[in-house]
Each structure stands twice: as C-alpha cells, then as structure tokens.
C-alpha cells in the first residue's frame, strides 16, 4: 500500500539466487533446504524463496513445480518464530497463484493459517496469512471451509490491527466470506460494525473502500442496518458523500446507503437531518457515472416501500431519476429506469414521471443494449398501468413502432414488458385501431411460442386484448399464431393457463377462428383442463362455452344440445353424436367421402348465390339438383379460396314463407303452434304413433344421397323427416324468426326443441301472468301440441 518504500535494484536472473544470503545457485537446492533440521538455513531458504517468487508468476509456478508449497505448508507450524514466520510470508505471496491456491486448498491449510491469527502471534506473520486467506478465500468451498473453522472471529478482531496491511488483508477476506448468509449472521453477532466504521477514517483508501464493499454486503440484511444506523453509520456514509476528496468512495458509499433506505425508520432519519435533500442534489450535480448508477439504485430499493415512497415524492425523487435518463452511461439509464419502475406505485410518482420521463423512456426502447431497452419497457409497463393519460402519452411520443419491434428483443423481460405496455395501451379503442395497424398479431405469434412462462402470459394476455377485433384474429390464424396459444392450454403455470384461456375465449368469437381452435385441439384440452378439479376454473370454463358457441356445429354432435341463445346460421351441419377419440370431420371434408350407408350429415345454408339465383323461376329452383361435391377451380387464382356449401333454395323459401306467414302472428304461442304445423307439413306430415316404424324416411334420405352422389344432404331436400330432422328445421326457422328455443338430441334418433313461454290465460280473473314455462313442441304426433316439460306426454315423446 505504499507505506513501506524499499530502493530499486537490478533484479538478478530468476533462477540465480544472491550468494551473499546464502550459497545456492538454483531454486531446487533451495526447496531442499526446507528439509533441513537447522532453523538458520530454514529460515535464510524462506526467505530467499520469497525473494525469488516476488520477481513474478513464472517464479511462482517454478517452486510449485519443485514441491516448495508442500515444505513450506509444515513449516508455517514450526515452533521457531523466524522459521514460522518466513515460511508463511513466502505462501502468502505465492497464494495469488491460482494453481498454488489450488494445491493449498488439497493441503487443507487453512486451519493452520486461521491458527496464525492469534493475538501473540507476530504482526508480519498476521499480514502474510490474512493475505493467504483473502486469495484462498474467493473460492466458495474454501470459504466455506474458512467459515467452520472458526476464521471469521480472529479476522474481525484483526480489524483493529495497527498495522494497515492486516487491515487490508483481513477486510479483504471478511468480504468474501460474507457473501454467503451464514457468515452474514456471524459477523452481525460479532459485532463488525463499529470496526468496519472505524476503517472507513483509515488513511488508505484501499482499506476505506474495502470496508464500505463489505458493508454494502452485510447490510442487506435488516438487522444489521438497525445495527448500522444505532452506531452512527448513516451519518458516516453522509460525510463520506459530502467529501469531495473521498470521489473515489461516492459510489460505494451510495450503495451502502440504498440498502439502508429500504427501511423507512432509516429514510426519515435521513430525510428529518436533510441527508435525502442532500443526496438528490449531490446526484443532480454528479458526473461520476457509478455514483449516478448507485443513487439511482438506492431511490429504487428506498421505493419498493410505499412509506419511502411518499418521502421520495415529496423530496421531488422523480425529476432526479427523469435526468438521469438522459446520461449516456447504459448502467446508469438502467437504474434510473428500474427506479422509476418502482416510483410508479405512488400514484402521484406516476403521474410525475409520466409527464416528463415517457418520452425519454420511448427512446431507451430502441436502445441496442438489450439491458437498457429491457428496463426503459419496463418503467413504461409500470406506468401505464391503469393510467390513461400515460398511454395516450406513450402514443404520442411515437412508442407504438418501438414497442411492437420490441416483441422480438432478445431478453424475455423486455419481450414480456412490451407486450404487458401494449396491452395496456389497447384499453383505449383509439390506441388499440393504431397498434392493430402495425401488424401487432404477427409480432405476438413469435411471443407466444417463448419457454418462458412471463413472456407466455404476457403475450397471451395481449391477444385477448386485441382479437376482440375480427380483422386481428385473421392476422392472428394467418400467422399461426393460434397452435402456439392452444399449447398454452398444457402450460403448468396458472397463469399462463388463464390467460390463454381467456385469448382463446375472445378468438372463438368468430365461427372460423373456433373452427380453427378446434381443429387445434383446443376443445380437448379445455374439457380435459375443466374435469381437473385443480386446473379448472372461471377462465378454461368460459373459454369451452365460447369456443362451442361459435362452432355450433361441434356443440350439436358433441354436447347434444344448442340453447335459444346459439342462433343456427348458414353452414351449419348435424353429422350425428360424434365418438370420443374420433376426429371431428369439417363439412367439406364430409362432402368428398365417397357414398356409404352411414347415416347422412343435414346442413343449413339458406345464403342465395347471386348467379345461381338469377333468372330461375320459383318451380326450378325446387326440383333443382344440388351438387354437393366440390368441383375443381379451373382459374389458377380460385386454388386456394375457401370451400362453401351449395346453397339450400328449399329452405330460403321456407324463411321467406314463415316470415311473410308466422313472423306477424300477435302471440309467440301462436307463432311457436304455427311453425310446428309449418314444419311437420313440410317433413311428411303427422305420424300415427303406432305407425312410426312404417313411415320410411330412411328410405327416402337415402335415395336422396343416392341422387347427390353424397352423404352430405340440405335439410330442404328432406320432404319425409323424423324426430331429428324436424327439430332441426323447427330450430333453423325459429332463430330466422326470432323464437326462442333449444335443440336436444335424444338417444335411438330422438330429438326435440325446447320453448318458455307464458300461459296467456288470465289466472284467478285477476289479470295476472305466471312466470314462463318450458314446454316440448310437439313435431311428430299431434303437431302444434305443447307439453310441459317434466310430463307424462313429454317424457313420452322423448323416450317412446
């Protein structure tokens, strides 16, 4: 450290020893000399060997080679004090050595050393083993080894050694040892404190800066700053700062200083003798780029306390944090950044950084430091947050672009943050249009095909918030963004799980987006998810009744069962209840089977097609033959357009008959008696109930079929009809008419439709209504006929 000046000389070759110290001329004879019985030569052998390893590493690694450490380790015991004494001077200047370290830590002889550390023993002989320690002890099992042996005791208490090199040294190894928090509490029990701030007032800023290292390290525990702060500690870190001789030690000082302001006693005492008001302008005028990165640290670990953080706000903690974000040091634009992050609680901190720190912030995003831009969209997400104003000013300072880009950074915080700023941002219709115009469902398929679950949910989260938008979940499907989504239906995180579901619940809006979800697996998944009584929930039950009301389709053959409120539209098809395990066929795909005697698919499709309607007359349109399978495209650019069904005339009349005839009745009664007559009279009228097994309609669907050339039929062309056949009419119509009512599937070809309504006959002459009933309408026996559900007549009608 200086304070032992020694004349320059011409340094002898490496392996040439001084004759006058003793008559050897090679560094082997010397190492043999350590064997030696006499205490003279031992000591003279030492100390020519520290002479010769202090020339340089090369020397070193010599005498390793030569066994010298091996001698040397038993001769650090020996009981003559010269001897004993030199022998550890010489290890202790070969232990910077990383192979000397090595072998020292096989030898085991740090007991040995810990054992020169007594009070009696020589001062040098407490330098060289400190220093032998100090090098071992960076190595975590040698620390470790250091700590059980009992070596930390004897080092604290070499703090207050006179002698400034065994300060150093000691520091020095107490500052490794505490890193691990076994060896934290110790020294806390030891009581380091008041020794390591007495050698902040050490002459040697080496010692100063040591000491304030190792305090950074032990004050991270809350007992040990309630320690600090009763022995005078913040005080001396606030003389340290205002020093300017001590520069050097500001930004040491400063991180001592943020591990106490996580206690909000600490911070008052500061803010009460005006050290807080001190600090934030010492750091406004700072240049020094570790003291601004420090500051900005402590403000941050002050503000993970909501206490703390009223304090910072009041001393105006933000405007100091916002400037810094102008600096051109990367590690100090990330504290600053992290420390706004944590100011954002306050809500008052987030409307001040917001007003003046967003732009600065929208630039760091497109920082090339993956550091810098991870903590920038980090303050962002925390300040837009349920703040309005903040995200219209994210928008306004142009941060939509950056932050879309920043969906494909590198490091997953930054990924996870961008997509969580979005997200917010799109609670405002406005800024949602303008996010969707940047291709914003095709930089989150990328997002959503992370292994880290913070960029999962993050990104899955963003979906739901933009896909409520039919255009966004096109993008999303032709992005290939939805199999990633359903794969984070399988995510063993909870969060991940919901929100996935919750994407999925907003992207099944649209019949083809469920379609596609389903095809995906999607529908499995949830329903294996909600017969897990530890994985189900709100979300994955929501996301299933969505994903089936916008594929009525799958619910039919699936659950049996469409409510009044899943409205049948064109395109939809009854294929019959679909076994568990068997993959759930589209409509096309069923249309290019070849003919077989499996029961036949009904679909819906009253949607008129322009050329096909035109100048055909009423009767053509009815004895028209459909053509169901698919012809092939002959024009190159039809290749690859999507695939309808032929459309239904048959039933576009029934609509337009039932609207001009049934849609004006007065009552819904009679509208619901009405259709049932409508419909059973178009489907082969009433049938005797003793005479159902006679009425040959399969028979007649399956010439039908024949005709077509396809098990694919339109529920027109089925002019003979049983139970499933004429529910499902009766359904088709009821929703074009606004009737409500269900569609059930019975076992042994059953079916039946569902309707409430109210018996409009006065009860007890008081004028009075009773509350809606449900009742089963009656298609096949007595037509019209409404029975109560729960009756003989229903139950008879359903089962028999």
Known sequence: MGKKGKKEVEPPPKDVFDPLLIESKTAATVVLMLSSPEEEILAKACDALYKFASKGDENKVTLLGLGAVERLYKLISHEDLTVRRNAVVVLGIMSSNHDVKKLLKELDVTSSLISLLAPEEDIVIHEFATLCLAHMAVEYTTKERIFEQGGLEPLIRLLDSPDPDVKKNSVECIYFLVQDFQSRAAARALNIIPPLLQLLESEYPVIQLLALKTLEVISKD????????????????????????????????????????????????????????????????????????????????????????????????????????????????????????????NSASKRACGLQGIPQLVQLVSSENG?????????????????????????????????????????????????????????????????????????????????????????????????????????????????????????????????????????????????????LGALDVLEEINQSTGRKSNFSEAALEKLLDNNLSRKYSQMGFLSSSNTIADGFYDCGKIKPGVKFLSLEE?????LSDRRATIFINAKAQDEKEKGKKEEEKSKEVIQIAPKVQEETDLENSCWLPPPDFILLDYIKDVSKTILPLPTTWKQVVALAQFVADKMGGPIERDK??????????????????????????????????RALLFKVLADRIGIGCSLVRGEY??????????????????????????????????????????SVQADLYKYI
Request: glycine share 6%; proline share 3%; charged share 20%.
């Open 222 to 345: 809350s007992e040990t700053r309630a320690i600090l702060g009763e022995n005078q500690g913040l005080d001396c870190l606030l003389k340290i700062l205002e020093t300017n001789e001590f520069s050097d030690l500001h930004g040491e000082a400063l991180a001592v200083l943020g591990n106490c302001l996580e206690d909000v006693h600490a911070l008052q005492m500061i803010q009460q003798i005006g050290g807080l008001k001190k600090l934030l302008s010492f750091v406004g005028v700072s240049t020094v780029p570790d003291v601004q990165k420090n500051a900005a640290k402590a403000i941050a670990k002050a503000a993970y306390d909501s206490e703390n953080r009223k304090i910072l706000h009041e001393e105006k903690a933000e405007e100091c944090l916002i400037k810094l974000l102008e600096t051109d040091n990367d590690g100090v634009k990330v504290a600053a950044s992290q420390a706004i992050s944590a100011m954002c609680e």
């Open 371 to 519: 550091e810098v831009k991870e903590a920038a969209v980090t303050a962002l997400a925390n300040l837009t947050a349920a703040s309005p104003s903040n995200a219209r000013a994210v928008a306004e300072a142009e941060g939509i672009v950056p932050l879309v880009n920043a969906l494909n950074a590198q490091r997953d915080g930054a990924v996870a943050c961008a997509a969580a700023v979005l997200t917010n941002l799109a609670v405002q219709e406005p800024l949602r249009l303008n996010i969707q115009g940047h291709a914003i469902m095709s930089a989150l398929a990328e997002p959503l095909c992370s292994t880290n679950s913070q960029v999962q949910s993050k990104a899955a989260l963003a979906v739901a918030a933009f896909a409520c938008d039919a255009d966004a979940r096109a993008e999303l499907r032709t992005a290939g963004g939805l199999k990633a989504l359903v794969e984070l239906l399988h995510s063993r995180s909870e969060e991940v799980r919901r929100n996935a579901c919750w994407a999925v619940m907003v992207c099944a809006s649209d019949e083809p987006t469920a379609v596609e979800l389903c095809n």
């Open 590 to 594: 069923l249309s290019m089977q070849e």
């Open 692 to 725: 159902l097994d006679d009425f040959s309609w399969e028979l007649h669907i399956s010439e039908i079929e024949f005709e077509l050339k396809c098990n694919v039929v339109p529920i027109g062309r089925v002019q003979k009809g049983t139970f499933y056949h």
């Open 749 to 790: 070809g059953r079916a039946w439709n569902e309707v409430k309504l109210v018996d409009e006959s006065p009860q007890g002459g008081a004028g009075l209504l009773l509350p809606p009933q449900e009742y089963l309408v009656d298609l096949m026996f007595e037509p019209g006929s409404l029975m109560k559900q729960g």
